[in-house]
């Protein structure tokens, strides 16, 4: 990527690449979308047509990538798109997904895993409030809950409240230290609000809980 001309490297003294975090950011989704086999060359001339897409500060890194049906699709927030065509996507479900009506809220819970489940696929449809209630009934059902607080994390992300998504990826943390991706979505927000010690610590950590597997 960094030969492509999608990253732009520093070098240090020795002439080798030193990639900042962001950069790692990328090269994940990368990977991410040629494990699901899109093609190199796809997945390059997508990156680089992103970046003329977004507006000028934005950084690819900060969208995320999923590959559906061959093709890559960006989602930032509730607009989603394919990079390549320009095309929007209404609806937009990500793929292994299957598309649901909009559910009603239950008077009462069966279970946390239940309201995780609706948590789920309202924040899918794009109800991010109606998630984040849903996540926040589970937790109140189960206050040990670690997917609960790391989806509730995810969702307060998307709904523009960094402070309150960093403690709720840090309580599902406290429930269960060994969530890596809480580990890496905490390294990104403290990466963004300036914490670049924390980020690299939690990206580390992350790091280390994928060669376990």
């Known amino acids: 990527m960094a030969?492509?001309?999608?990253?732009?490297?520093?070098r240090g003294p020795h002439h080798e690449y030193r990639f900042t975090f962001q950069d790692l950011v990328l090269l994940r989704s990368a990977r991410g979308l040629l494990d699901a086999q899109v093609p190199k060359r796809r997945v390059h001339r997508t990156l680089r047509l992103l970046v003329r897409q977004l507006s000028p500060g934005r950084s690819p890194s900060e969208v995320r990538l999923t590959a559906m049906d061959g093709q890559v699709v960006a989602q930032d927030g509730d607009t989603a798109w394919i990079p390549e065509s320009g095309q929007m996507m209404l609806a937009f479900v990500p793929a292994g997904s299957t598309s649901v009506a909009p559910l009603g809220r239950p008077e009462a819970a069966e279970s946390p895993d239940a309201m995780v489940n609706q948590g789920r696929m309202l924040q899918e449809l794009g109800d991010v409030e109606g998630a984040i209630r849903a996540y926040q009934t589970a937790l109140d059902l189960d206050p040990a809950h670690a997917i609960a607080a790391f989806n509730l994390g995810t969702a307060l992300d998307t709904a523009g409240l960094t402070d309150e998504?960093?403690?709720s990826y840090r309580r599902a943390l406290a429930?269960?230290?060994a969530l890596a991706d809480a580990?890496?979505?905490?390294?990104?927000?403290?990466?963004?609000?300036?914490?670049k010690l924390a980020a690299m610590v939690?990206?580390?950590?992350?790091q280390e809980l994928l060669s376990l597997h």
């Open 3 to 10: 030969r492509a001309g999608i990253l732009s490297p520093s």
């Open 165 to 167: 998504a960093i403690a």
């Open 175 to 177: 429930s269960n230290p």
């Open 183 to 195: 580990h890496y979505n905490l390294s990104l927000l403290y990466q963004r609000t300036g914490h």
């Open 202 to 206: 939690h990206l580390k950590r992350y």
